[in-house]
């Protein structure tokens, strides 16, 4: 059963279900014309859609245990709020009629201001993007909490490592060009902290540094951008993969 605990998560879904792609279905049956009580309204989805659709619709198909869940009230409440319907002189069968969204303008207009962002979030969710965070998420958290033991921690140790050359002035260009404003988040040091945040934001290569075998000439205009501390530990979480500026807002938009 789909669930939607709050208003966000209906128009997250809704604006899901706007999307072009048609990445989830919603349709009507009508078993009444094959002896059965009433009509039913459904949502279905396929194998490999599953895992990365907007939380609600997760969890509704994984109960379900199947790629099509029976969700009458809430199609009814497509139909009739929203305008979803069949498209004109298009027949699937006797018994099915497969509903679309009315024109984008249409339905957002129906939509309260303080709902549009989450409308937004859900017609642009990218199910590849999040399907791959998801599963770095997953592996990252995968520990098992019984070998967790205690160790010191304070000691002096000497490492001899390699560090890739970062240029000073290519990190003042990048702020000037891009400000102090996190490319991710939105979050600005100056607005928490105020004078004493003025002026700081980290500064995030596009292309990894570590990737680079040999110097090489960096435009702060197109290679790099300016992102918040926890964004840019975010982006760098995992070992073999650094998370991009896209993944990252979908990590955001997801929660």
Known sequence: MLELNTDKELYLVLGFLCKPERLVKVYWENNNQAGAWGGQGRLSTTK???GSLPSPLDDAFYKSGDNRISETDFVKRLIEDFGFKNEEGFKNNDFTVHLYPPQITDIQNKIPQEFQKDFEKGYYWKCETIKRVRKLKHED???D???VVKHAEGGKKQYLINKHER???NRKEAIKLH???CVVCHFNFEEKYGEFGKGFIEVHHIVPLSSYEERVVINPSEDLVCICANCH???HRFKDYSISVDELRRVIIED
């Open 233 to 235: 530990r975010m982006m």
């Open 167 to 169: 240029s000073t002035k």
């Open 141 to 143: 958290a995968n520990l």
């Open 48 to 50: 490999k859609f599953r």
């Open 145 to 147: 909490e019984e070998t």
């Open 179 to 181: 400000g102090t404003t």
